[in-house]
């Protein structure tokens, strides 16, 4: 039947189900990031090193001597005047400007006609820390800065003379328009994780509004199941009291008939049928709520005494032979209605499988099997045994090949044994025979 731990199972499911969405949204945005901010870095590491080498050999190239003599705007007086090489480095695209410093940060010289002479660049006003650097004699690169839609890097290299004095800086401010493609990239992941974020919440929707058809679907089958379970118990009931009904419905017509010694031993039938009964109804109540059989230690034989006498008469006079082999009698826990109950109803198949000048066999034994000790209770017969092909779904309820079976006869006995943490064993050979195995564990004093 559904139960409440199946629905409790479904809520589970969807849980996890919304914790692995999320974490696989998570884990897919942060490695973007975490890879664009390592590709964004090692650029901007990339760029700044390469622009720091290039200033340092363009100091190089720049006499000292102008730089001396430009600070005291004598520059036209200086053998070799660097103006005409430096402006054409700058194309304006990959080499946006350069210029070159006193050590003091104000402009010497700038290709960009818009800064002064003798004044710092109000553009590289942040970079004050990164020429104080450079001053120091070390190479250096400072950061970005966007210009309209143009992101650009500056790198500061000083220039010495021939005694490694330093007399100025040299800066030069290059293009680097990827970071543009960078930064629109940053934008398209921060997009991408909204609207997949979206995506999730909506599938999350459509998931709790699916848990929730599925929780109706569950209650229906829950209750279906109940029903079907009612039925099957009335139904089995029914099989079971039959047999027991008609024994004391025979006993009791034949009392007024009957002698005084008759009528004790049909009082006798008729008490024990209806202790059958009793029993029949506490073991499906028993298999319907799941609880445990009430059992006692006992050894099989007892079963076995009050079971086989009432087909031996029986069968004898189909001309049909009844054998009780006692190998051993082990001692084991085990309800004595039920187990009884369990002998009828294959003891039932047997003499509708065997016609006359058959015999039944019934072996109490006891065996190990998976390290446990059982007792065991075998009952072969020699019938046209069971096909091949039913052997599998004997066990099944309500499945039949009897004009007037019910086909829960053995489905019963399964369930009986399994509330014994036992098992039934079937093997079976077409015009062979059949073999029923009871096995029950061992009791343990």
Not at 8 to 22: E, N, Q, T, Y
Not at 267 to 282: C, K, P, T
């Amino acid at each position: 039947m559904f139960k409440l731990t199946q629905k409790k199972g479904l809520h589970r499911l969807f849980g996890v189900g919304i914790a692995v969405l999320i974490i696989i949204w998570a884990g897919f945005n942060i490695i973007n990031f975490v890879q664009y901010h390592q590709f964004y870095n090692f650029a901007r590491r990339d760029l700044g090193e390469n622009l720091a080498l290039l200033a340092r050999i363009l100091a190089s190239s720049i006499p000292s001597d102008w730089v001396e003599l430009s600070k005291a705007d004598m520059a036209e007086l200086a053998k070799n005047d660097p103006t005409n090489f430096i402006e054409l480095i700058v194309d304006g695209e990959k080499i946006y400007s350069i210029a070159v410093l006193d050590t003091n940060g104000d402009v010497i010289f700038s290709t960009d006609s818009q800064i002064e002479n003798g004044k710092e660049n109000p553009y590289w006003a942040s970079e004050i820390k990164t020429i104080h650097t450079a001053g120091l004699g070390i190479p250096i690169y400072g950061g970005l800065r966007k210009v309209g839609k143009r992101y650009l890097r500056v790198a500061f290299a000083p220039i010495t003379d021939e005694f490694g004095k330093i007399v100025g800086i040299v800066g030069i401010e290059a293009g680097a328009n990827y970071f543009g493609l960078l930064a629109t990239l940053e934008s398209g992941l921060w997009i991408s994780g909204i609207v997949s974020a979206f995506a999730i919440l909506f599938i999350v929707i459509i998931l709790w509004f699916g848990k929730r058809e599925l929780e109706k679907l569950y209650s229906q089958l829950e209750q279906a199941a109940t029903l079907s379970g009612i039925g099957m118990m009335a139904a089995t009931l029914a099989h079971e009291i039959r047999n027991p009904l008609a024994i004391i419905k025979g006993s009791a017509e034949a009392i007024p008939d009957s002698s005084d010694d008759d009528v004790g031993e049909l009082v006798q039938f008729i008490n024990e049928e209806v202790d059958r009964l009793s029993g029949i109804v506490e073991s499906h109540l028993a298999v319907a709520r799941g609880r445990e059989f009430p059992k006692m230690p006992a050894k099989l034989s007892a079963v076995i005494d009050k079971v086989i006498p009432r087909y031996r008469d029986r069968l004898g006079q189909r001309g049909i032979g009844v054998i009780v082999e006692v190998e051993d009698d082990p001692i084991v826990p085990y309800s004595f209605s039920s187990i009884r109950q369990v002998l009828y109803n294959i003891m039932e198949n047997a003499t509708s499988a065997i016609s006359q000048g058959g015999i039944i066999r019934i072996k109490i034994s006891q065996d190990r099997s998976d390290g446990k000790d059982f007792g065991v209770i075998s009952i072969s017969d020699n019938g046209k045994g069971i096909p091949k092909e039913q052997l599998k779904h004997i066990f099944t309820p309500f499945h039949t090949t009897k004009k007037e079976g019910t086909g829960l006869g053995l489905f019963i006995a399964k369930k009986i044994v399994d509330g014994h943490n036992g098992n039934i064993l079937v093997e079976s050979s077409e015009g062979e025979g059949t073999t029923f195995k009871i096995l029950i564990p061992k009791y343990s004093e």
